[in-house]
């Protein structure tokens, strides 16, 4: 019976991840404010190693359409504004000298639009996870049906299965309504 509590774990721990990992995509995907995780993908070399963004400098937001970036070391800003510049996030970043600026402008409707499009792909593949976990759990328990583990429990932990699946999956649709409604509002 502990192997069918370790699969009912395994799955909810996998499903977990995903949603967690949606999240974490939706969190880059721009609503038309600006805000510090929009750069968090970015690394740069910095001596050497590659190295996120986040650790080589401060990044705030002092209002609504800006992003500040304020190296640790001045001699880093030709190499972070080259990094964000590369980074395909579509920003044009200012440099003072002292500090880089990011001016966040407003989203069209057509942009917002392709932003939900994105929002919704990236759902479907945390979804798509979701899915494979289960399928992957579920075999697991088929394989303990054929290894001689009672009926009666493996359908019950079939039936757990499904009910985590569907838990999982409802928390990635509302990540995505409220991402929705996040990109959409003006």
Same mark, same amino acid.
């Given at each position: 019976?502990?192997?069918?509590?370790?699969?009912?774990?395994?799955?909810?721990?996998?499903?977990?991840?995903?949603?967690?990992?949606?999240?974490?995509?939706?969190?880059?995907?721009?609503?038309?404010?600006?805000?510090?995780?929009?750069?968090?993908?970015?690394?740069?070399?910095?001596?050497?190693?590659?190295?996120?963004?986040?650790?080589?400098?401060? *990044?705030?937001?002092?209002? !609504?359409? &800006?992003?500040?970036? #304020?190296?640790?070391?001045?001699?880093?800003?030709? /190499? $972070?504004?080259?990094?964000?510049?590369?980074?395909?996030?579509?920003?044009?970043?200012?440099?003072?000298?002292?500090?880089?600026?990011?001016?966040?402008?407003?989203?069209?409707?057509?942009?917002?639009?392709?932003? *939900?499009?994105?929002?919704? !792909?990236? &759902?479907?593949?945390? #979804?798509?996870?979701?899915?494979?976990?289960?399928? /992957? $759990?579920?075999?697991?328990?088929?394989?303990?049906?054929?290894?001689?583990?009672?009926?009666?429990?493996?359908?019950?932990?079939?039936?757990?299965?499904?009910?985590?699946?569907?838990?999982?999956?409802?928390?990635?649709?509302?990540?995505?309504? !409220?991402?929705?409604?996040?990109?959409?509002?003006?």
């Amino acid at each position: 019976m502990e192997d069918i509590d370790f699969y009912l774990e395994q799955a909810s721990e996998m499903m977990d991840k995903a949603v967690k990992h949606t999240h974490d995509e939706l969190v880059k995907i721009r609503a038309g404010k600006a805000m510090p995780s929009m750069l968090d993908g970015i690394s740069l070399d910095y001596y050497g190693t590659m190295t996120p963004l986040n650790q080589v400098a401060s *990044v705030t937001t002092p209002d !609504a359409r &800006t992003i500040s970036v #304020k190296p640790w070391e001045k001699k880093m800003i030709p /190499e $972070i504004e080259k990094a964000i510049i590369n980074s395909n996030l579509g920003f044009n970043p200012q440099n003072d000298g002292e500090l880089i600026r990011i001016n966040i402008p407003p989203l069209t409707e057509e942009r917002r639009i392709s932003l *939900v499009k994105q929002a919704k !792909a990236e &759902t479907e593949n945390g #979804k798509i996870s979701i899915r494979n976990a289960r399928k /992957e $759990i579920m075999d697991a328990l088929k394989k303990l049906l054929k290894d001689g583990a009672p009926e009666d429990a493996i359908k019950g932990a079939e039936e757990e299965v499904q009910k985590i699946t569907d838990v999982h999956s409802t928390k990635v649709e509302e990540l995505l309504v !409220a991402k929705e409604k996040d990109i959409m509002t003006i």
